[in-house]
């Protein structure tokens, strides 16, 4: 399948798009890949939103870190799904919805596409995302053209924290789906493993897939092929089980920002959330560990700016301490969602996150599920 690099690359010869900044800074080489026709396996993680909306957040870079560290030699690249004026300009030139950010090439060229799903909403864009990039959007149309001896589609599998409420993409009457098959539950741990194994099931055809694809949903906790009735059990990560290798840097007025997880889960039971439900135990990252990949990253991207990833920041217990040793790292220290019940028990914390330069307060406040 040919590249797109004459419309994606070449942005003076076409209207704008809003994600050229994009295509311009990243080319084929970049994100560590080795040459397209020399990789082992091509991956693409996609967004179901487009870059200005994600672009903060991290399910991306970690599927990128997990990957990479699993299949070295793979070829790794990014898509997000274009805005209104953006698809008219890709649909005029017949360039595919889906197509990476680095290669120029549309989804129908890669092995595996990682679809992650953040939130219920964003499963609007998932059939007119895989039908303009040239896939039907069944799963069954998918495999019975490749049975044909048609065209071999790459697996579509996805995951993300929305996962556990994507029954929307599956008809349990027919027993078809959107997607090959659904990741549901953490994957820190497991997606390295599933990366390696669905890069081997890409290049298998018909029966043969299907059963590569059961066997992987044997061994690995939280993979569901959506053909099968097998049950799956939601993945839970281990305590230090956290990605290695550094994360991506992309063109965007966030490449001077890491993001650094220090908990897992939350503690409470809020009716209004599920957070808490469903991603059991709590888990504190030690203070120790936190620091150890706050200066591995740091060396990695050269961030001058570290987020303090968490649900709700302020739960983790040594907090203070772990605000204040990031300070004597990085230029600045963001830390954002926080319950307000635990600062009503601490209103010393109050004090020291304005001291430590927090100048606006996200708090989350709800009914406790009694």
Not at 176 to 190: I, K, M, N, T
Not at 355 to 362: I, Q
Request: negative net charge; aromatic residues 10%; hydrophobic residues 40%.
């Amino acid at each position: 399948m040919p590249d797109h690099s004459d419309f994606l690359k070449r942005p003076a010869a076409r209207a704008s798009t809003s994600i050229d900044h994009l295509y311009a800074a990243h080319g084929e080489r970049d994100f560590g890949n080795p040459p397209w026709e020399s990789a082992s396996a091509r991956f693409l993680i996609l967004r179901l939103s487009p870059f200005r909306d994600v672009e903060r957040s991290t399910p991306h870079e970690f599927l990128f870190r997990e990957v990479r560290s699993a299949v070295p030699d793979a070829y790794v690249d990014f898509g997000f799904f274009p805005v209104a004026r953006d698809r008219q300009a890709l649909e005029s030139a017949g360039v595919p919805l889906m197509h990476g950010i680095a290669s120029a090439r549309g989804a129908l060229d890669f092995d595996v596409i990682l679809v992650s799903n953040s939130y219920t909403l964003e499963l609007v864009n998932l059939a007119p995302y895989l039908t303009g990039s040239g896939f039907p959007s069944s799963r069954m149309e998918r495999d019975a053209a490749g049975g044909r001896g048609g065209v071999r589609y790459p697996l579509v599998i996805l995951g993300g924290s929305n996962a556990m409420a994507s029954a929307a993409v599956n008809d349990p009457r027919t027993g078809d789906s959107l997607v090959d098959a659904v990741f549901f539950g953490e994957g820190e741990g497991r997606v390295a493993a599933l990366a390696e194994r669905l890069a081997g099931a890409s290049r298998l055809e018909g029966s043969i897939r299907s059963a590569e694809l059961e066997a992987i949903g044997r061994e690995i906790p939280g993979f569901w092929p959506t053909a099968s009735s097998m049950p799956a059990r939601q993945a839970k990560a281990s305590p230090e089980a956290y990605p290695s290798g550094v994360p991506p840097v992309l063109a965007g007025d966030e490449a001077g920002t890491m993001r650094l997880e220090i908990t897992r889960g939350c503690p409470s039971f809020c009716s209004f959330c599920f957070e808490g439900w469903e991603r059991k135990p709590f888990r504190e990252r030690p203070v120790e560990s936190i620091l150890a990949e706050a200066r591995r990253l740091k060396a990695g991207i050269g961030a001058d700016t570290v987020e303090l990833a968490s649900y709700n920041f302020n739960a983790h217990s040594a907090i203070v301490d772990i605000i204040k040793s990031l300070q004597d790292m990085f230029w600045s220290v963001s830390f954002q969602s926080q319950r307000v019940d635990i600062l009503a028990r601490s209103p010393g914390l109050v004090r020291f996150e304005a001291v430590a330069g927090k100048r606006s307060f996200t708090v989350e406040i709800g009914r406790a599920h009694v």
